[in-house]
């Protein structure tokens, strides 16, 4: 399905220390293009008492990590809204799933992409139990949408992490260790 709306993506991203303390705000790209610190969330769904993980396939054009593998849902909360707001409406916006979430954790990560860009951020990560087999993603932001074995990913993402977001293992990581 594709569903046409209003993307509540932050266009600014909150500028954030390495202990996740803000410091200012700042355009999302530019905040990529020269490798600052900001504030992000990923959301993991998960089914069958977490043994089954929903991976999303991000849409090729995306400005980074377009066609890779990700967790169900990922971005950066607008500085003028609360955090599990902020990834409610996201997971709202490119699933179609409106489900209960909870923080889980957080990390602080930093890494070149491609096209000169950078991934430097204090992922929040949040976790959801959704049991359906599918959803109405939003077709301008995901092309492909599929439930994984979380053994296989994680063995999938050692022998191919190139397939997968360079952040997906972290929030798997997480994930394993809460027991879900």
Known sequence: FLMNRNSPSATQVILVDPQDRAIGVADKLEAHQKNWCHRAFSICLTRN????????KRHPEKYHCGGLWSNACCSHPSPDTAL????QARLQFELGINCPIEHIGAFYYQTPLDSGLFEHEFDHVFHGVYTEDTCPFNLNEVTHIQWVQRSTLEAQLQESPKDYTPWLAQVI???ASESI
């Open 49 to 56: 008492q977490g043994q089954e993980i929903l991976l999303q």
């Open 173 to 175: 990581e997480i994930v």
């Open 84 to 87: 599990e707001d902020s990834a």
